[in-house]
């Protein structure tokens, strides 16, 4: 007979919630649908990101005590500082963009709802708190582990931006590094997850706000990537020296373990 260990039941509730989670993500439409509300209005924009939401809390209250729900979610994290940390770390890309770009004449309250806000916000309660969270901080899984999974989701649904083989692996590698740095900000950052919300949702913004050559797409161009890569880098500064000042060390927590 097959014995299942605690540390392997852990996992498998991770990965079971994970796929449920996604496939009720894909299939969400059908409860607008049934009420006859159009998908892409924002009530029923706002109804999806409302039942996805409910299924997160509800998947994650399974293994974890109601009273250290949100805490678990990073959802009781400090707003105002996850998105004041977050806007410096993405000044390179609204200093810059303007420079370079123009501003997006034809972008509207709409898009900015739907492809910012509510994307940035349900993608990192999907992929960081629930899906990473599960296997890093619920299973004990090291950080390389319980990223993986949702980094390699992360990209994949980003394939569809590519025109062709060459496009559509640079579109799922840029989100798939994304997912990391996402993940690793999320955990030096004590799990407030307002900070790579907001950064998910700002940089998003940078790219509907503006019009410049890579903006229609996740995988960029030659001036964005380098205003990314800034970006990035001035977010490590700021969390190396952030734990420094506190005397404590980056990567401070299981990283290969099983």
């Known amino acids: 007979m097959i014995q299942i260990t605690p540390k392997a039941a852990r996992i498998l509730y991770s990965i079971l919630a994970s796929i449920t989670i996604i496939l009720f993500w894909r299939n969400i439409g059908f409860v607008t649908t049934l009420f006859d509300i159009p998908n892409n209005s924002i009530l029923g924009l706002s109804i999806k990101a409302l039942l996805l939401t409910l299924a997160t809390l509800i998947l994650t209250i399974v293994v974890i005590k109601p009273k250290e729900l949100f805490s678990f979610l990073g959802l009781n994290g ?73 980094a390699l989701y992360f990209g994949s649904v980003h394939l569809y931006q590519g025109h062709d083989l060459l496009s559509a692996l640079a579109a799922f590698g840029v989100t798939f590094i994304g997912a990391l740095y996402f993940n690793w900000m999320y955990v030096e950052w004590n799990f407030n997850l307002w900070i790579p919300a907001g950064l998910h949702i700002l940089m998003n913004g940078a790219w509907h706000v503006f019009t ?47």
């Open 78 to 150: 400090n707003i105002l500082k996850g998105f004041g940390i977050a806007l410096l770390c993405v000044l390179p890309l609204y200093l810059v963009f303007p420079f370079f770009g123009s501003f997006n004449t034809e972008l509207t309250l709409h898009v900015l709802y739907d492809k910012c806000i509510l994307t940035g916000f349900k993608e990192e309660l999907v992929f960081r708190a629930l899906m990473f969270g599960l296997l890093f901080r619920y299973a004990k899984t090291g950080f390389f582990w319980a990223v993986i999974l949702p």
């Open 212 to 258: 410049m050559e890579g903006t229609e797409v996740a995988a960029g161009g030659l001036i964005s990537n380098t205003a990314r890569i800034i970006s990035i880098a001035l977010a490590i500064a700021l969390t190396v020296h952030h734990h420094k000042r506190k005397g404590e060390k980056v990567f401070d927590y299981p990283i290969w373990r099983f």
